[in-house]
Structures are given as C-alpha cells and as structure tokens.
C-alpha cells in the first residue's frame, strides 16, 4: 500500500543554519506530494506541494522537488527562523476521487536565537 | 482560499457522555470530508471518510458505532463520540476536500482537542 517515511525528529538548529527534512514514499500511480506544517496549538496549513514528477514546490522560503526515481520529496530552506519551530508532515495523495492523504509521523523542529 | 472551520475548539466532558464534533466548509462545497484522529507527537491517523448523503467509511480498527459521522450536506460533517472514555481523549481534525476548482487539495479545520475525564 501507498505510505510516507519521514525523518525521525526532533531537528534543533541556530537560527539562519540551513535545513532538509528527509521524505520518502511508496506509492502506486502517480501521487500528489505535499508538506504540511502544524504551529503549536494549530491545525495543519499546507506548505507547499507538487503533483508530478520534476515539479518544485516553494512556499515562505521552503522548497521540495518530487523526485520520482528516488521516490523522495525532501523539504529544505536555507536559512531557519526561530518562527519556522513547528512540526512538519510529509504527506501523499493518491490522486483517486475521495482518497485521504496519507501522512509521514511528522518531523519536529526547533530553531533557536 | 477555503476555510475549514471546527467547532468547538476545546471540550471537556465526563466519562460516559457523548460528544459532538462540528466540521464545516465555509467557501466551497465539499464532496468528501476526512476525520483524523492526532495523538500528542504523533501523525495524523485518519479514522474515516464521509461522502455526503451516504455513510462514511470507516478505517480498520475505528468503532463505527462510538464514532458516529453524519454528512448531511456539502458543507457539513458531524462526528460524534459515543460514551466518550479517557482513552478517547485527543486532538480531531476533519479535512475537506473541494467538490471543483480548487484541485485535489484537501483544506484542514483546526481541529478539535477533547478531554474526558
């Protein structure tokens, strides 16, 4: 079945130190990749996604390539903020009417002053 | 964009009452609206799918007679815990995902963190 592999967390870095969250998938079909990103208290927003092989996607300084003949979707930004301290999902859709997505365990980080 | 709105935000209920869950779509109309179910750091799990006007589909191991989900229309799903139980405490998040024009993306309420004493 179709599933996300995420690296383990907790991510500690300085401010301005450059990040990669690790994203991997299994999947049949053509997927939709996604990053969604959880604020403490909050709910999921969506960071950025990509719906096919080679597309790039960008969002407040994060970028992510779908990489499908490494089946990856690595998430990076060069330079961290303390306000960027979150949780982070790597997620996949299937693409078929009335599937949910389905989530990596999520990746938490914190960006230190 | 579209707005994903849960109500209520926080509840507080004794064991062995029933709880109500709101999900709504605020700006566009929804075919299909997801439950998750988010354990403290941990992903989200989803519980199940609902279609409106049929019944939802439930995810292995997910009782669907203490889980009870109502689509009663493209803007509205309703979840209710049944004899709710201290392990039934936690954070529910509903999605929805858009009818048309707006893609395959499904759009996340902010969910919904339940206390059973």
């Known amino acids: 079945g179709n599933s996300v592999t995420q690296m383990e967390g907790p991510v500690t870095l300085s401010e301005e130190a450059f990040l990669t969250i690790n994203c991997t998938y299994t999947a049949t079909g053509y997927p939709s990749l996604f990053w969604y990103v959880q604020y403490p208290g909050e709910g999921l927003q969506l960071l950025l996604k990509a719906t096919k092989a080679d597309d790039k996607g960008s969002n407040k300084g994060f970028e992510a390539t779908y990489r499908k003949e490494t089946t990856s979707f690595h998430l990076e930004k060069g330079s961290v903020q303390v306000s960027d301290s979150a949780v982070y999902f790597c997620?996949?859709?299937?693409?078929?009417?009335?599937?949910?997505?389905?989530f990596g365990k999520g990746t938490t980080l914190s960006v230190s002053s | 964009g579209a707005v994903v709105s849960q109500h209520p935000s926080r509840v507080i209920c004794k064991s062995g009452t029933s709880v109500k869950i709101e999900c709504r779509s605020l700006d566009f109309q929804a075919t299909t609206m997801f439950w998750y179910r988010q354990f403290p750091k941990q992903s989200l799990m989803l519980m199940a799918t609902s279609n409106e006007g049929s019944k939802a589909t439930y995810e292995q191991g997910v009782e669907k007679d203490k889980f009870l989900i109502n689509h009663a229309s493209l803007t509205l799903s309703t979840l209710t815990v049944t004899s709710a139980h201290p392990e039934d405490s936690s954070f529910y998040i509903c999605?929805?995902?858009?009818?048309?024009?707006?893609?395959?993306?499904?759009?996340f309420g902010p969910g919904t963190r339940l206390t059973v004493l």
């Open positions: 997620a996949l859709s299937a693409n078929q009417a009335g599937t949910a997505l389905i």
């Open positions: 999605s929805a995902r858009a009818f048309q024009g707006l893609g395959d993306e499904q759009f």
